[in-house]
């Protein structure tokens, strides 16, 4: 009997020192073992996003010092912008560099209004984080449990036709010509109010029209996607920047609370930095493109800051009134307010 009671004591000693130890060691989130992040991105490898993406998994690594590492899954390996933003919103994706789908949310796309920005000294105020679009976004977003990063910004938008457009200074009067807009409600109702007869056709008939001449001319794409896709059919561009082409860098809440507040710190650095910095590489590669565009025989017209102020303040003054309905009026005021403020 002593025996035994002197064996089950020995046990319960080497438990409860067992216990102590794991209570002692128990790791602080600074000595964890390391987590990997999985990234989801829209874009291919060979697209400025898939550099940025790389320089945040560099950033982030670093300034963890390998407390948490980034797998990139770029080109929607991870499912379509509306699955992935599900994904993160649920947690089941870690982070995404995507266009966050608004169809739940319309409020969600105001980035994609007609001339959010007339230039790009102008958009930096616009998607500044402090700026009233971002610090609304940030709201709605976290409500899903989704950590909103900024905006990524991609270039602005032109007119690639295959005849001349008339008119184009004189605000409001038909130019004279038909183009083909996407579904965007945002880019077809700025392109009417300058003047622009508009149809829409899917993204992957356009080509094919502009050929046959159902159609003079598109909208919907900057520089690099009117040299890449319609050089060889397009003969005049114009630089209207009626829209900006963006996304969005955003990270699972379940996620980001996870870890402390020294690394969620270098998170949102690494990512709202790649944000920033995608207003310079976005407008040199505008400037780049519209080189190139010149160079395969296309003639490029550009505006200057005068006109292009001018065609801004008239499209908003016609399209952004219409939009209380979908995106609220307080929302509308409140956007009006800081425009107005600026």
Not at 111 to 140: C, M, N, S, T
Request: proline share 5%.
């Amino acid at each position: 009997m002593n025996r035994f009671l002197n064996t089950a004591a020995a046990i319960l000693v080497a438990l409860g020192l067992s216990a102590g130890c794991s209570k002692d060691d128990t790791e602080t989130p600074d000595k964890a073992t390391p987590v990997t992040l999985r990234m989801a991105t829209q874009f291919p490898e060979n697209h400025p996003a898939h550099a940025a993406a790389l320089r945040i998994k560099d950033a982030v690594e670093k300034g963890t010092e390998g407390r948490i590492n980034i797998t990139i899954f770029p080109e929607s390996q991870l499912g379509s912008p509306e699955q992935v933003y599900d994904g993160v919103s649920s947690g089941s994706i870690d982070a995404a560099h995507i266009r966050i789908p608004d169809q739940a949310d319309p409020r969600l796309g105001t980035g994609d209004l007609p001339y959010i920005a007339a230039d790009y000294r102008e958009l930096k105020h616009v998607f500044a984080p402090e700026a009233f679009i971002p610090v609304q976004v940030a709201k709605l977003l976290k409500k899903k449990d989704v950590k909103f990063f900024g905006y990524y910004v991609e270039g602005f938008v032109g007119v690639g036709t295959t005849g001349e457009a008339q008119n184009l200074t004189n605000l409001g009067t038909d130019k004279g010509i038909v183009v083909s807009v996407s579904g965007l409600e945002a880019i077809k109702t700025g392109i009417q109010a300058l003047g622009f007869r508009t149809t829409a056709l899917p993204y992957t008939d356009v080509h094919a029209a502009l050929q046959a001449g159902v159609v003079d001319g598109w909208a919907g794409g900057p520089p690099s996607l009117n040299y890449s896709g319609f050089s060889d059919v397009i003969t005049t561009y114009y630089q209207l920047n009626c829209n900006v082409q963006s996304s969005q860098y955003i990270m699972s809440m379940k996620a980001f609370k996870s870890f402390s507040a020294p690394d969620q710190e270098v998170i949102a650095r690494a990512f709202a930095a790649e944000g920033q910095n995608s207003f310079d590489i976005a407008e040199q590669e505008d400037i780049g493109y519209r080189r190139k565009l010149t160079e395969a025989g296309v003639t490029v017209n550009e505006f200057s800051r005068h006109e292009l102020r001018a065609m801004a303040d008239y499209v908003r003054d016609k399209t952004w009134p219409e939009l209380d309905k979908t995106l609220t009026r307080k929302w509308m005021e409140g956007l009006k307010e800081w425009y107005s403020a600026q």
